[in-house]
């Protein structure tokens, strides 16, 4: 293209460009032209084949407006040499369009801070598609951040609906987010978008380090839709929380024999407030038994366990302990004889428990607690004993005395 040409628009999209021809571009932006609009969309471009391009957007002569590049097969370092690309020569595009890439950690940052350049003339630049941008505000209008940005988004307490969960799956989907911790705590979830999240998740599962959904009532067949996504062995979730859920023990067999078949990251499960059923005991300690399982927290307050349930368990801690760091089981009425049940996993050697929370359990004599915790090296490890709520009269005189001179805290 010559310096006399009156091109103002180039649209090359769907022209089956790649790496190759960019260097033909890179000249055409390095010449003194007109060009104000050029359209590379859906080309397999790839890095090497931006660098070219970045190449001419450097040069000084360049006077392009809008350049996009939506589904070019651009990664982190592409973007990475756009954004050093317009720094160095700021003056004059103002819309750049990157949907439909992969940016990895850093590319949306390094584009995302050319706006707070007061030198750049970027208005407009577009990562998203419609749905997924279009929440993108609806987010930043809540928590005052573009959520592209965020490694942690909590809605909770937000009424969603399908329309709003649509476009947060699609956002979920798409490789621009990076969220690691995803909280939609009591957002009155129904079935529908709790299946239209866990699809999005299984789309684009890498990411999700923690996901809390509690207190929205999906009973079991919204908990098997999670189920769906924990199968995945591309999913790498270490903290789930599912409280008050109004699961059974349906929903609970679904969750954990989904971990089962996929256990080695998760690290915290939250089944709190939701009645497990004795076959929802049984499953849960096949996971725990699981070699594979590293679960380090497990919440299992308000559930109704009975005597048979906390045996189950108990068994199944005493076959795989060492891991294990806290255990909640308040608001269960195991008793005394649930605690005894309890010791049998602190004597365990393997034992490395720091919290025990066992605050309002019907308890009323934790002798055996007390010599369990004298006999055994269980106190090194143990940080916090909770028995609040527990009518435990002259036995808590001898279990004070054992703590005093540890570093366990009785509550």
């Given at each position: 293209m010559d310096s006399h040409s009156k091109v103002e628009k180039m649209k090359l999209n769907n022209c089956e460009l790649t790496e190759k021809s960019c260097s033909v571009l890179a000249t055409v932006l390095s010449s003194k032209t007109i060009l104000k609009e050029m359209n590379l969309n859906n080309s397999r471009l790839l890095d090497s084949g931006v660098k070219e391009i970045c190449e001419g957007?450097?040069?000084?002569?360049?006077?392009?407006?809008?350049?996009?590049?939506?589904?070019?097969?651009?990664?982190?370092?592409?973007?990475?040499?756009?954004?050093?690309?317009?720094?160095?020569?700021?003056?004059?595009?103002i819309e750049l369009d990157l949907t439909g890439n992969d940016p990895g950690q850093s590319g949306v940052k390094q584009l995302n801070d050319l706006l707070q350049d007061p030198n750049c003339k970027l208005k407009t630049l577009r990562f998203l598609g419609p749905a997924a941008d279009e929440v993108c505000q609806y987010v930043k209008g809540i928590v005052g951040k573009n959520p592209l940005l965020l490694r942690e988004l909590n809605l909770s307490e937000h009424e969603l609906g399908d329309t709003r969960m649509n476009q947060i799956s699609a956002l979920l989907?798409?490789?621009?987010?990076?969220?690691?911790?995803?909280?939609?705590?009591?957002?009155?979830?129904?079935?529908?978008?709790?299946?239209?999240?866990?699809?999005?998740?299984?789309?684009?599962?890498?990411?999700?380090?923690?996901?809390?959904?509690?207190?929205?009532?999906?009973?079991?067949?919204?908990?098997?839709?999670?189920?769906?996504?924990?199968?995945?062995?591309?999913?790498?979730?270490?903290?789930?929380?599912?409280?008050?859920?109004?699961?059974?023990?349906?929903?609970?067999?679904?969750?954990?024999?989904?971990?089962k078949s996929n256990p080695s990251h998760l690290r915290e499960l939250n089944l709190s407030g939701n009645e497990l059923g004795d076959s929802g005991f049984e499953k849960l300690s096949d996971l725990l038994m699981n070699p594979q399982c590293r679960l380090e927290k497990l919440h299992l307050c308000e559930c109704s366990i009975t005597e048979k349930q906390c045996l189950i368990l108990t068994s199944a801690l005493c076959l795989n302990s060492s891991h294990l760091r806290e255990l909640d089981?308040?608001?269960?009425?195991?008793?005394?004889?649930?605690?005894?049940?309890?010791?049998?996993?602190?004597?365990?050697?393997?034992?490395?428990?720091?919290?025990?929370?066992?605050?309002?359990?019907?308890?009323?004599?934790?002798?055996?607690?007390?010599?369990?915790?004298s006999e055994t090296k269980a106190l090194q490890f143990l940080k916090e004993l909770d028995l609040r709520y527990n009518m435990i009269g002259d036995s808590k005189k001898q279990l004070s005395d054992v703590l005093r001179d540890s570093n366990c805290k009785l509550r």
């Open positions: 957007l450097k040069n000084p002569v360049c006077e392009l407006k809008i350049l996009n590049l939506s589904d070019c097969s651009i990664t982190e370092e592409g973007y990475k040499a756009l954004a050093s690309a317009l720094r160095s020569n700021p003056s004059h595009l989907q798409d490789k621009h987010c990076k969220l690691n911790t995803l909280i939609l705590r009591r957002c009155s979830m129904t079935e529908k978008q709790c299946f239209i999240l866990t699809s999005a998740l299984k789309s684009n599962p890498s990411h999700l380090r923690e996901l809390d959904l509690s207190g929205n009532k999906r009973e079991n067949k919204g908990v098997k839709h999670v189920s769906e996504t924990l199968k995945d062995e591309r999913c790498k979730l270490e903290r789930l929380r599912l409280r008050y859920c109004y699961m059974t023990d349906e929903g609970c067999s679904a969750v954990t024999s989904a971990l089981l308040s608001g269960n009425k195991i008793k005394n004889t649930g605690v005894n049940h309890l010791c049998d996993v602190l004597k365990d050697s393997d034992c490395k428990l720091e919290r025990l929370s066992l605050y309002d359990c019907g308890i009323t004599d934790v002798s055996s607690l007390t010599q369990s915790l």
